[in-house]
């Protein structure tokens, strides 16, 4: 099955600098890379999400990355906010009829005011 | 349009009990998936529910199960307890179609003592 790693586990920047969370997955079949975002005590929610047709997807100061040749995709927030600070999961589906993720093992990410 | 809820959000079990958790999926919805979070480990995929079928099942024994009523409401069975059963469950709810945006509920926390 698919094999999602995660790197690195915590993370700490500044405010205002950047932050990179980067995945590798195992399953050439995956189509589907999700991210979601875990504040302490709260759901996780998505964020950003690209299909393996495309290659980058920007949202504000969010931005995905994908290299399905590598099989790796990655997370990048510019200008981080304290209220950026949060776990962020990556997750993959390789399915062709359902919906099942599976999820790198989470980065924590504290932003220093 | 009301968000996925899961009830109840705690619960206290002895080993060797069983329980029930309930999840609604947002209206319209006729996916819903069951993931376990603990510590370290990530999300861990259980099950996957469409139209009331079993569609896609993780890796977890025959203690945990589930079930999807006609209006896409699901429950999920664990038998038999065991300590290694405390963890938070969470379920996503997603329209249906493969590969598509999921939404999480609140979660369960469950502690098995």
């Known amino acids: 099955g698919e094999n999602v790693e995660q790197h690195p586990s915590t993370l700490s920047v500044q405010e205002g600098d950047s932050a990179v969370i980067k995945c590798t997955y195992s399953d050439s079949a995956s189509n589907y890379f999700p991210w979601y975002k875990q504040e302490l005590g709260k759901r996780p929610q998505l964020i950003i999400d690209i299909r393996s047709n495309v290659g980058e997807k920007k949202d504000q100061r969010i931005a995905v990355t994908l290299n399905k040749t590598a099989k790796h995709f990655s997370l990048h927030i510019t200008e981080t906010q304290p209220e950026d600070s949060a776990v962020y999961f990556c997750?993959?589906?390789?399915?062709?009829?359902?919906?099942?993720?599976?999820f790198g093992t989470g980065t924590s990410l504290t932003v220093i005011p | 349009k009301a968000g996925v809820t899961q009830t109840p959000r705690y619960l206290i079990k002895t080993r060797g009990q069983q329980v029930t958790l309930s999840c609604s999926p947002i209206?319209?919805?006729?996916?819903v998936s069951w993931y376990q979070q603990t510590p370290g480990q990530g999300l861990q995929f259980l099950f996957e529910?469409?139209?009331?079928?079993?569609?896609n099942k993780g890796n977890f024994p025959g203690r945990f199960s589930g079930r999807q009523f006609s209006n896409s409401r699901s429950e999920m069975n664990v038998s038999t307890l065991e300590l290694g059963d405390s963890a938070l469950y969470l379920c996503?709810?997603?329209?249906?179609?493969?590969?598509?945006?999921?939404?999480f509920g609140q979660g369960t926390r469950l502690t098995v003592v």
């Open positions: 209206s319209g919805h006729r996916s």
């Open positions: 529910y469409f139209s009331e079928t079993q569609r």
């Open positions: 996503a709810s997603s329209p249906g179609h493969p590969n598509t945006e999921a939404f």
């Open positions: 997750a993959a589906s390789p399915l062709l009829t359902g919906n099942q993720f599976y």
